[in-house]
């Protein structure tokens, strides 16, 4: 749980609409790009009731989704959940059951994988053994039977776009893991593909070279003005990259939103559990008082506090979803009106460096998860096992999920 | 800290090559020097291990390359030579061409019915290879099987049984599991995922199996042509039941020489000129083993 904020600031601020109605500044925000709020925009992709089976098993599940021109768009979600399958549909390696994709406004049902405006970067690479880094790069160029001169004019750009000219006559076995990655990339974007298709591109890296990765990646969409969609199962990595994230589930879409929205917004409990961590109280809504909402739940004496946001009517049974590092945690009773407090024992402490977990636990043997930032280097009195605590949240902290 | 002495265990490749190389080949170099006699064995000189260093230098006195000079002189030998260097080409490449397709399409097979295949593959090495050579002579001549069936269909008979197609079709038969499994192991090693990332740059499918596909199986076509050849330059048993006078092959020659003529220095001399011409093939062959063996690590 570091810093996902750390992204791009090329496009500006813009503050986020949260789907309450109500305006938030939520999460980090840092882009005003955002052509699927404009109904003027028309979709670069668009897979309309997309279904795939293989077998009896169902790997695609109705999914409807709309890719815009420039976006970084991730696909995100745990092994088996179909985004693998999607992708593949797009590049023409799948065919779907039912639904249609389209592509700049054109059927791609029928169109062979070696006729679609698309390039894809493999999880494997797939780079051609037999090649040596510059053939490899050339390999697209020369299917479009491009002049001579021209393909190796363009093969030195590519070289240079990734920085790997002193290997251009070594073979892919002579090449590090993160070299090529970059070869697979050069590759894939030689052709100046409509949109770039990238399975997994950082999983086999380690994560120093990961994490640089994913910020190169990002220069590099900006800088080609291309369209990427990003398959992967790593929340950090789609949530640092990416314009906008599908979280799928068992062959549907769970949400689709920017990254601040469906880590801050959750629609659902299995989005919010997939992305970061989260504590979920089961809880019934007992009354409403705009703004406010009063909960009933097991932990809390009086009930939880939130916003009234998105909350079902008075009797209806929810979940309420607070995140740890939202949570405070202190050896002395809060001060205030004492909403939204619970007391309770230290049951393990995870210390990484930049964050502390606590794992509280609550009476009934419940436990819950609280992070703190450590953003002094010493603390008066810390907080060690077995010490009596309490956890405290703010009305605005906690999301409201149907059950 | 490095040491100077190979292991035990790496010697006894080179054991293995001695006994089973070196030492046969020393022998037939031997008997080419010498001269044919009519005695047990049929050639001089012999060792006269009593007569100390006299002995032995009367024996090496009594070693001469007339051998070699009667083989060089005679055209019939030379042609021998060319010709079973063409038959053994024409083998290896009619057994590229068909064996090819079929590793292929074993490759492509489920993983159950590619072990099927295999085994098919494998099988008639479990009948003897003289009987199968033979089963040729069933089927090739005038009234055999394929005549039959030939009749069947209307078609006009083919008279094939010795001639050098009756040969070169033996040879092809014989030594296809030679090219089919090199050929197999390669392409069935092949990342299916090259093929999608062909197709994915914009190579149709025809197009990837030139780029990647074959490009990729050159050392399994290099092994299984040298595997193919090696062999058909010097097959005898194929020749001599199928062929006729105009199928001419050096390794029947050899048989002939050893066994019909009884000179056995000629024949040991037409052998070892027979191993020369081999040597680069096999030098070939083995360097080509190494840089496999090499990239496979």
Known sequence: MSDQGAGRTARGKAPAKANGGRRLNIGAVRSSFAPWNDPAASPLVRFEGVSKRFGDQTAVDDVSLDIYPGEFFALLGPSGCGKTTLMRMLAGFETPDTGRITLAGEDLAGVPPHRRPVNMMFQSYALFPHLSVEQNIAFGLKQEGLPKAEISERVLEMLDLVKLRAFARRKPDQLSGGQKQRVALARAVARKPKMLLLDEPLGALDKKLREETQFELMDLQVELGMTFLIVTHDQEEAMVMADRIAVMREGQIAQIGRPEEVYETPANRYVAEFLGDVNLFTAKVSSIDHPMARLAAAEAADGFYVLDDDCPPPGTDVSLAVRPEKMRISLEPPEGDGHNVMAGEIWDIGYTGDWTNYIVELPGERLIRVARANASRFVERPIGWDDKVWVSFDPDAGVVLPE | ?297
């Open chain 2, 1 to 297: 800290m490095k040491s100077p002495l190979p292991r035990p265990s790496a010697l006894i490749p080179y054991l293995w090559l001695l006994l089973f190389f070196a030492l046969p080949f020393l022998m037939v170099f031997r008997l080419s020097l010498s001269d044919s006699a009519l005695a047990i064995p049929p050639y001089t000189p012999q060792i006269d291990w009593g007569g100390g260093l006299a002995g032995l230098k009367a024996f090496l006195d009594g070693l001469d390359f007339d051998a070699y000079g009667r083989l060089v002189g005679d055209r019939l030998y030379v042609n021998a030579y060319v010709s079973s260097l063409v038959f053994a080409a024409q083998g290896t490449a009619l057994a590229l061409l068909l064996g090819y397709p079929m590793a292929y399409a074993m490759a492509r097979c489920k993983p159950g019915a590619r072990n099927l295949l295999l085994m098919l593959v494998i099988l008639p090495f479990w009948t003897s290879f003289l009987i199968r050579v033979y089963a040729w002579v069933g089927i090739l001549k005038p009234e055999g099987l394929l005549n039959a069936g030939l009749g069947l269909l209307g078609l006009p008979h083919v008279d094939l049984l010795y001639t050098p197609a009756a040969v070169q079709i033996g040879l092809v038969y014989s030594y296809l599991p030679f090219m089919v499994l090199p050929l197999y192991a390669v392409l069935e090693k092949q990342d299916q995922t090259l093929l999608e990332a062909a197709a994915d740059l914009g190579s149709p499918p025809w197009k990837s199996f030139w780029q990647v596909t074959f490009p990729m199986s050159l050392p399994g076509v290099f092994a299984g042509c040298l595997l193919c050849f090696i062999p058909m330059v010097g097959e005898f048993v194929i020749p001599d039941l199928l062929g006729g006078p105009g199928s001419l092959m050096i390794g029947r020659s050899i048989w002939m020489e050893f066994f019909a003529n009884r000179d056995w220095p000629f024949a040991s001399a037409v052998a070892v000129v027979l191993l020369i011409t081999l040597i680069l093939p096999i030098i070939l062959y083995q360097r080509q083993q190494v840089k496999a063996l090499e990239a496979g690590r």
